[in-house]
């Protein structure tokens, strides 16, 4: 009986606990400053033609490939079975380096300034039911920016922003989501980023491993430099295994 007791104390305890952690994930989220801007200083969208190749590999694993298969993506172990938005390049593979060419997109955003491994998966529901309401379907990957991992060298993010892509970029009006004035909707112009493929946990770690590879790189050729903050692809939901994960870690880039 006071086994019994003590149960369902920890239970109330753990239940208590998890209504804090929303309230407080609840007061903490935040309407994003716009992105479009930082986007489009970094590389003018005058330098996107569809005519040329979206991917150029350029460093890294330079024999590791990206197949699609059966409707989704493989590299190795890796798999994406969500369909990405209309115009994005096929996913780099796991330690392959790539410059790539992004078009212009619509997207979703939401932000916050917790440890973005705790707070990407309290943004992540906001998100969700926002495309639920408007009946867009889900992409990959959940795109996250973060402000403040400068190349001096800081780890920890000062704030973020976590982005759902819409399918294509005519789906629904830009602006804000009169359900939830946390989440803006914006388009992003088109970009070229250095990107590098890496699997395991969505984690900071994963993160800054992939900054730091890329940083490297970028310091040891002279076409390429660096024109804006960070961010991540993260392209498989809590389904796939944590150390079989994909994801992409790019950095926006323009020549010299």
């Known amino acids: 009986m006071k086994m019994l007791g003590m149960s369902v104390i920890l239970l109330f305890s753990l239940a208590l606990l998890g209504s804090l ?3 407080v994930a609840g007061c903490s989220l935040r309407r994003p400053a716009p992105q479009s801007e930082a ?7 005058a330098e996107f033609d569809a005519s040329q190749p979206k991917t150029m590999r350029v460093g890294g694993d330079l024999h590791r ?3 699609f298969v059966d ?3 493989r590299s190795g172990v890796c798999r994406i079975t969500t369909p990405l938005p209309e115009g994005y390049p096929a996913p780099t593979p796991p330690d392959a380096i790539d410059i790539k060419r992004y078009p212009r997109v619509r997207r979703a955003e939401i932000g916050g300034t917790m440890p973005p491994d705790w707070g990407m998966n309290f943004a992540f529901f906001p998100l969700f039911n926002h495309i639920k309401r408007r009946q867009i379907a889900m992409t990959s990957p ?3 920016n973060y402000d403040g991992l400068s190349a001096e060298g800081s780890r920890k993010p000062s704030s973020w922003t976590m982005s759902f892509v819409y399918r294509s970029p005519e789906l629904g009006p830009a602006g804000g989501d009169p359900r939830d004035d946390r989440i803006l909707i914006e388009d992003i112009p088109p970009v070229t980023v250095a990107a590098i493929g890496m699997r395991g946990a969505y984690r900071m770690k994963l993160v800054n491993e992939g900054v730091s590879r890329l940083r490297d790189w970028l ?3 002279t076409e390429w430099e660096e024109a804006g903050q960070p961010r991540a692809l ?3 939901g809590p389904e796939a295994p944590a150390r079989n994960k994909w994801a992409e870690i790019q950095i926006p880039v323009r020549r010299r």
């Not at 986007?39 to 969208?45: I, N, R």
């Open 21 to 23: 952690g929303l309230l």
């Open 39 to 45: 986007f489009a200083s970094g590389t003018a969208a």
């Open 65 to 67: 490939t990206t197949e």
């Open 71 to 73: 409707g989704e993506y």
């Open 142 to 144: 959940v795109e996250m």
């Open 219 to 221: 310091s040891q050729q």
């Open 234 to 236: 993260f392209y498989n």
